[in-house]
Each structure stands twice: as C-alpha cells, then as structure tokens.
C-alpha cells in the first residue's frame, strides 16, 4: 500500500486556471511533509516544508496547505514556466528511517498559454 | 556555486561492470542520500548516512555500495550492473535529525545521473 499518493497524475491548464494538487499520506507520526518541483532532467528543487495541520505556506503564484491526512498545492493563475512534475514527500516521526523521504509519484503540470 | 553537485551526468556501460557515482555537497549538512528515480519517475530511497549511522533500504541489492570519505562525499559504487539497474540516480544531503528534533529539515538533490545498462 502506497504511503503518499498524489492526485491527479497528469494535470493541463490553460494560463492563468488556477487549481490544486493533492497529497494524501498515511503514516503512523509526520515529522514533515515536502514539496518539491522537478523539471525534465534536472533534480528535485525543493519547495515548501510543513510541519502541522492548519500550516500554510506560500511561494509566488503557489500555497501549500496541510491536514491530518492531506496536503495541497494550490496554483494561483499559472503561467507556462509553472510547467513541472510538482512531487510531495513525507518524513516519518517514527522508526529506524525517519529521516528518509517517502515520496509520491508525482503530478505533471502542464500550463498552456 | 553548485550545492549538490554529481557526476558524471550520464554513465552508459554493459552487463557485469563495475561502476561508481560520485556525490558531493557544499552546504555544510551531516546527512546523505541517494536515491533511484526509475522510468516510471518513481524516487524511491536507497540509503542514508551521516557520519554515526548508516541506513540502507532493505530492497537494495547488496551489489550496491555507498562510500564516504568524508561528510561533503557520498559516492555510490555499483557492482556486476544488471539492465534492471538502469535509471537515473539522486544524491541529497540535509542537516541531521537530532535525537530529540521536533523538526525536519529539508533535502537538497543533485542533477541526477542517467545510468544505462546495455
């Protein structure tokens, strides 16, 4: 069973159609949960760290919020350079790898002008 | 300046060779890792270390190794390359949870190398 799972896999917009990403988690304690952007080719680029519910973090056209079970990456009026495989990841409060990140499969944004 | 740097950038080789990746940071953290990202974009955690512990993935074939010569140094040295190893492979590093850490820290990733196994 997966323990991070990102919806939708594949997201088209046209600028300036804001959305959400979702990232819902099951893990017995967070330590954190990440975002991180990946262009084709390059590394992950990281993003935004949330550490509780209720947390919410903002970046220029982008706001990360987080749940109990469930985080979003809200894309305010995207424009084409917003175009990436956005990932999220979970840091485990408890067992012998907390410091390793489990990581989701991602979701491809494509924003269209 | 580049913080997670490593090479080489692409690495193709045949079946039963040998190889290594390295890995390098600038930035001063305790912890590494590397990571494989298959076709299927997947990243899934290989191993971690700092300079107390290392943690290995139990899916990892023993056929992989990583060597640190110091803490800025992660290299990842692959033996008898099989085709299924093929994908492109991540060094990270962060600071070191501490034992009583409430918090996280976040990871920084190098460029990847595209490892193929013909």
């Known amino acids: 069973e997966d323990q991070v799972t990102q919806s939708p896999e594949a997201l088209r917009l046209q600028e300036g159609e804001s959305s959400s990403l979702n990232c819902s988690y099951t893990v017995s304690g967070l330590r954190g949960l990440f975002w991180y952007r990946q262009d084709p080719g390059k590394g992950p680029e990281f993003l935004f760290t949330?550490?509780?519910a209720g947390e919410e973090k903002e970046k220029e056209r982008l706001k990360a919020t987080l749940t109990k079970k469930e985080s979003f990456l809200h894309i305010t009026a995207p424009k084409p350079e917003d175009s990436a495989t956005y990932l999220c990841a979970v840091q485990e409060r408890y067992g012998g790898s907390q410091g390793n990140l489990i990581f989701g499969k991602g979701t491809k944004l494509s924003v269209k002008p | 300046d580049t913080a997670v740097s490593q090479t080489p950038k692409y690495l193709v080789t045949q079946m039963g060779n040998d190889k290594s990746i390295k890995c390098e940071q600038n930035?001063?953290?305790?912890?590494m890792y590397w990571y494989k990202q298959d076709s299927k974009k997947f990243l899934k955690i290989m191993f971690s270390y700092n300079n107390k512990e290392l943690i290995i993935n139990e899916t990892v074939p023993n056929r992989f190794s990583p060597k640190s010569p110091d803490k800025a140094h992660l290299n990842l040295h692959i033996n008898s390359l099989e085709l299924g190893d093929s994908a492109v492979y991540f060094c990270a590093s962060s600071h070191v949870l501490g034992a009583t850490s409430q918090s996280s820290y976040e990871q920084y990733f190098g460029p990847g190398t595209r490892l193929t196994v013909t």
């Open positions: 930035l001063g953290h305790d912890t």
């Open positions: 949330l550490y509780s």
